[in-house]
């Protein structure tokens, strides 16, 4: 008899991580000639994906390594990446500082504290508005990173680097989506922060059906990677659109288009996903789900989406998301 994951005894929560369900949306597209698939990814031991790459870049960094038993951990880090990296090297027994704009969500540097790590929270440039971080203030981050690692002689988990990030979306998310929907997809649209979800996921895709098309979602007013002028850095998706022109991991030969997503359409979105379909994510789910019903409407008619629900609504608490309710 084979028995699946949930019902066997695992030997610890970084086991938990991943083989997250698959839910057909179908009141949101309720209309609408197509089907949208979301894999609820906020059900993540550190409620949100970045857990898989906090595994894989760890487990990849042991198996070469690069990582010496005990050795301080460091990553810069929007919260979700540094929670991951805080479960995992909590249950590996690695020390680890998460290194955080103070633009963030206070609920994500508390939580990682509970979870043991140190948290260093950097000061935005002037001008700045809490809640809106931008590739300016990210790059405050990188600097304070680079300078704790020297400083501790740690291994930076370098989420916007390491074949890690790449190879927990190829290896786990990608074929997740493909086994859970039964091949059955025709387009993947995603919300680029590092572009490590999108890259492996769509290199998976790819790999099992070139026809299915993969597009980079990103803020509108800070669409850097669709060759778009920066007017909006500040936006209000957290997690990505850092306007970054480079990102290592992307390949763009795996990328069939751009969506842009305003800061209004990703809010109205990851509220309607929480009343109408019992989805509580953040922002950037809303935004993966604002482009998926804009490709059934144009490109994608008729077809599949597969988008990921990156992280939980619990973690905009004290944001206007859930405020203004
Ligand atoms: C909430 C959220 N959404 C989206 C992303 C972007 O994912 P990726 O870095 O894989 O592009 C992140 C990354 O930290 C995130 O935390």
New binding site residues.
């Given amino acids: 008899m084979t028995m699946t994951r949930n019902e066997t005894l695992l030997a610890s929560a970084v086991d938990a991580i991943g083989e997250t369900p698959l839910v057909e949306l179908s009141r949101l597209t309720r209309g609408l000639d197509g089907r949208i698939l979301a894999k609820l990814d906020y059900l993540n031991p550190g409620f ?3 857990d898989r ?1 906090a595994r894989q870049m760890i487990e990849d960094a042991e198996a070469e390594g690069m990582l010496r038993p005990g050795q301080t951990v460091v990553e810069l ?5 540094g929670t991951g990296l805080a479960i995992v090297c909590a249950v590996k027994g690695y020390p680890f500082v998460a290194v955080m704009s103070r633009g963030n969500s206070v609920e994500r540097a508390r939580m990682m504290r509970a979870l043991g790590a140190e948290v260093v929270l950097v000061d935005q440039l002037p001008g700045s508005v809490p809640g809106q971080v931008s590739g300016g203030d990210l790059a405050l981050v990188e600097q304070a990173a680079q300078r704790i690692v020297i400083e501790r002689s740690a291994f930076r988990a370098d ?1 916007f680097r390491l074949q890690g ?1 790449f190879r927990a ?1 190829f290896l786990g998310t990608g074929p997740e989506f493909i086994r859970q929907s039964g091949g059955q997809i025709d387009a993947f649209c ?9 890259a492996g996921c769509a290199a998976a895709f790819k790999a099992f059906n070139p026809a299915i098309r993969c597009y980079v979602v990103e803020p509108a007013g800070a669409a850097i990677l669709a060759g778009e002028p920066v007017s909006y850095p500040n936006h209000r998706i ?3 659109g850092y306007a970054l022109a480079d990102l290592p991991l992307l390949n763009p030969a795996h990328v069939d288009g751009y969506l842009q997503v305003s800061d209004t359409e990703a809010i109205e979105i990851a509220r309607r996903l929480a009343r109408e379909e019992g989805i509580f994510a ?4 809303g935004a993966n789900v604002a482009a998926a019903l804009r490709l059934l409407q144009t490109d994608c008619r008729g077809g599949t989406v597969a988008v990921l629900m ?2 939980s609504g619990l ?1 905009y608490l004290s944001t206007d998301l859930w405020q203004a309710l």
Avoid: E, L, P, Y
Wanted: charged letters at 15%; one cysteine or more; hydrophobic letters at 15%.
């Fill in positions: 949100s994906k970045k790459i880090t929007s919260g979700n990446t989420q990030n979306h995603d919300f680029a922060g590092t572009g490590g979800t999108f957290q997690g990505g953040g922002f950037s789910s990156c992280d973690k």
